[in-house]
Nanobody, 115 residues
Framework: QVQLVESGGGLVQPGGSLRLSCAAS????????MGWYRQAPGKQRELVAG???????NYADSVKGRFTISRDNAKNTVYLQMNSLKPEDTAVYYC?????????WGQGTQVTVSS
């Protein structure tokens, strides 16, 4: 099984930056892909960025050019570097891991972008 723990959320000014981390433990060698989702108040959870075990990344159109997903295999950790943050980026961000047909989720970390 896979366990995921997120960190790095917080309050930031518009135009600022945050770096989210997601540490994976358990059956980490079975992970096909990892990603970040977010859920804003009153909205459905949406995919922000994903990365496969081979390093292929994809992004939501709303964050392209501003966010970067990366991984550190030695630390079993995936990161989301968020730059040029906007108020509309405010949401709870969730780490996700895909293992075959199964998905595993972290507990979520709050990101608030406000003046």
């Amino acid at each position: 099984q896979v366990q995921l723990v997120e960190s790095g959320g917080g309050l930031v000014q518009p135009g600022g930056s945050l770096r989210l981390s997601c540490a994976a433990s358990g059956s980490i060698f079975s992970i096909y892909a990892m990603g970040w989702y977010r859920q804003a108040p009153g909205k459905q959870r949406e995919l922000v960025a994903g990365i496969t075990s081979g390093g292929r990344a994809n992004y939501a159109d709303s964050v392209k050019g501003r966010f970067t997903i990366s991984r550190d295999n030695a630390k079993n950790t995936v990161y989301l570097q968020m730059n040029s943050l906007k108020p509309e980026d405010t949401a709870v961000y969730y780490c996700n891991a895909v293992v075959g047909p199964m998905s595993y989720w972290g507990q979520g970390t709050q990101v608030t972008v406000s003046s």
